[in-house]
Structure formats: structure tokens, C-alpha cells
């Protein structure tokens, strides 16, 4: 049973144009909402977060989106770099007394010169 | 300031063997998480730990089991090994106002 699903595996997008990545929930519980960006052999870094009580919020070229009613989170990035080539994972959380973060499956970013 | 570090960064073990993982926090942070990736999977929660207290488990068996010392450093242990714990172990460790910070992970290969 996964709470947390991100439908698309593989995205391409040419340089300069926007990224649009995508997270479906399940549970209505979240209320907090982070993107990470993972290169091949690092940990997971992170890229940035919404509170609940937003359903916006920016960070230079990167936008986080959250849709409570739709229960839907996207991560905008404009204008995409080559550098921004990398696996997008989203991770939900609310707290249950540990702080535990319920990933989806990410998406692999590649951006085209 | 050194970040989140784990050791070892690569591991080849035999099925029935156990490993054990090491993780140090960045300095001041309490709380210690673990996770497991999978090969095409996002990372899945095995435990938390917060002041040298479990503060949550996830979804794994009982071969599964942690600990965090007194210098809030923590240990993930693997009894019995399988095929299917193969997978990258990350730790995170976490400051109430700065967030998740993970470290680049220990490759476990069972063969």
C-alpha cells in the first residue's frame, strides 16, 4: 500500500525550459512536504519543503506546489540547467511521535543541452 | 563542520551473516534516522532514534536493530542476512529547525 507515488519514472526536458515533477498522497494526515535531489552515489540532499498551511513556496529557480484538497505536491524548476540532471524524490511526513518521512519512488530528471 | 558520515561506504557480506552499520550526526543533532533504498525504490523508514530512545520503527523484522550511543553516533544491525536486504542504507540525522540532513550511505551487497 503506497501512500506516496510519484507516476513517472523518467522525465526529459530540454535546457532552459521548465521541469515539472509530480506527487500523488494518499493519506490526509501529511503536513509536511519535502523535495530531495539524489546523484548517483550521495545521500539524498535536500531541495525544499511546504508547510501545510501554504500552497506555494519559492526558492530562487525552484517552486513547490501543494494541493491539500487534491492531495497532489509538484516541484517547478525554471529555467532548467544541465546540473539539475539527477533522481527527484518527494517525502511526506507528519508527526506520529517519530519523525518519519514516507518517500515515493522518485522520478530521474534528465535535462537536454 | 562535517556532515551526517557513515561507514562503511561498501559492503559484501554472505546470506546468514550480520552487519553492522555506523553513522555520526552532524554536531548538535539528537535524532538519528535510518533508512533503506531499494534499487529503484525511494528510501523506506526502518527507525528513528532521538536521545538515545527509539522513537520509531518501521515496517522491518526483528533482524533488524539499532542503537545510539551517548555522542548521539547510532549503529544499525542486520542479523541473518538475505538476499533481499542488498539495498543502500542512508542515515539522516535531524535538528528540530534545520531539518533532514542524510548521509551518502553504506551499499550492502548480500550474495
Known amino acids: 500500500d503506497q501512500q506516496v507515488k510519484q507516476n513517472s519514472p523518467s522525465l526529459s526536458v530540454q535546457e532552459g525550459r521548465i521541469s515539472i515533477l509530480n506527487c500523488d498522497y494518499t493519506n490526509s494526515m501529511f503536513d509536511y512536504f519535502l523535495w530531495y535531489k539524489k546523484y548517483p552515489a550521495e545521500g539524498p540532499t535536500f531541495l525544499i519543503s511546504?508547510?501545510?498551511?501554504?500552497d506555494k513556496n519559492e526558492d530562487g529557480r525552484f517552486t513547490v506546489f501543494l494541493n491539500k484538497s487534491a492531495k497532489h505536491l509538484s516541484l517547478h524548476i525554471v529555467p532548467s540547467q544541465p546540473g539539475d540532471s539527477a533522481v527527484y524524490f518527494c517525502a511526506l511526513g507528519y508527526d506520529q511521535g517519530a519523525q518519519k518521512l514516507v518517500f515515493g519512488q522518485g522520478t530521474r530528471l534528465t535535462i537536454n543541452p | 563542520d562535517a556532515g551526517v558520515t557513515q561507514s562503511p561506504t561498501h559492503l559484501i557480506k554472505t546470506r546468514g551473516q550480520h552487519v553492522t552499520l555506523r553513522c555520526s550526526p552532524i554536531?548538535?543533532?539528537?535524532?538519528v534516522s535510518w533508512y533503506q533504498q531499494v534499487l529503484g525504490q525511494g528510501p523506506q523508514f526502518i527507525f528513528q532514534y532521538y536521545e538515545k530512545e527509539e522513537r520509531g520503527r518501521g515496517n522491518f523484522p526483528d533482524r533488524f536493530s539499532a542503537r545510539q550511543f551517548p555522542n548521539y553516533s547510532s549503529e544499525l544491525n542486520v542479523n541473518a542476512l538475505l538476499l533481499g536486504d542488498s539495498a543502500l542504507y542512508l542515515c539522516a540525522s535531524s535538528h528540530r529547525e534545520s531539518g533532514y540532513t542524510f548521509g551518502s550511505g553504506t551499499r550492502l551487497t548480500v550474495v
Open positions: 554536531s548538535g543533532h539528537k535524532s
Open positions: 511546504i508547510s501545510s498551511i501554504k
